[in-house]
């Protein structure tokens, strides 16, 4: 049980479909915390570099095209097991295998477009969050609940 950062991120067809308030709602009414978020559209560079171990799949210059195509919400969130959990929220990549109550499960169908992107490691989202933020963009704070949500 430990406290942990993850990077989430709301895929451009997430934030086109407005989607982007629901997801974060349910982050927040979990009680996890927001340290980091900002719309960014990503260069391709970057996008090949966050996916590098994608590379070689038959989807993958898709996926690139798809991430590159409008804004994506970047966000760093915190809390007791969040990477786990926040891959448990997300549901599984292909959204038709995600059962309903999960974020994809939910809001969409294809796995070409499942909206939104989840750590699926503690060491994986050290590597990405200093991908898509600086260190001073990740803010420290104490949230006012913090005491009801945590014993
Ligand atoms: P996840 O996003 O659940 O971590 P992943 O890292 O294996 O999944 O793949 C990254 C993204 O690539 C995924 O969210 C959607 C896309 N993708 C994965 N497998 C795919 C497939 N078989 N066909 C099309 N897109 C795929
Ligand atoms: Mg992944």
Not at 14 to 27: D, E, T, Y
Not at 87 to 106: E, K, Q, V, Y
Request: proline share 6%; glycine share 10%.
């Amino acid at each position: 049980m430990s406290t942990e950062q993850t990077f989430i991120a709301i895929k451009p067809d997430g934030v086109q479909r407005g989607l982007v308030g629901p997801i974060i709602s349910r982050f927040e009414s979990r009680g996890y915390k927001l340290v980091a978020i900002k719309l960014m559209t990503a260069s391709k560079e970057h996008l090949e570099n966050h996916y590098s171990d994608l590379a070689g799949k038959p989807f993958f210059p898709g996926l690139i095209a798809y991430m590159g195509s409008g804004p994506i919400c970047a966000m760093v969130w915190e809390g007791r097991e969040v990477v786990k959990m926040g891959r448990a929220m997300l549901g599984a990549t292909n959204p038709l295998a995600s059962a309903p109550g999960t974020i994809r499960g939910d809001y969409c169908i294809d796995v070409g477009r499942n909206i939104c992107h989840g750590s699926d490691s503690v060491d994986a989202a050290k590597k990405e969050i200093a991908l898509w933020f600086k260190p001073e963009e990740v803010q420290s704070w104490k949230p006012a609940q913090f005491d009801w949500v945590y014993e």
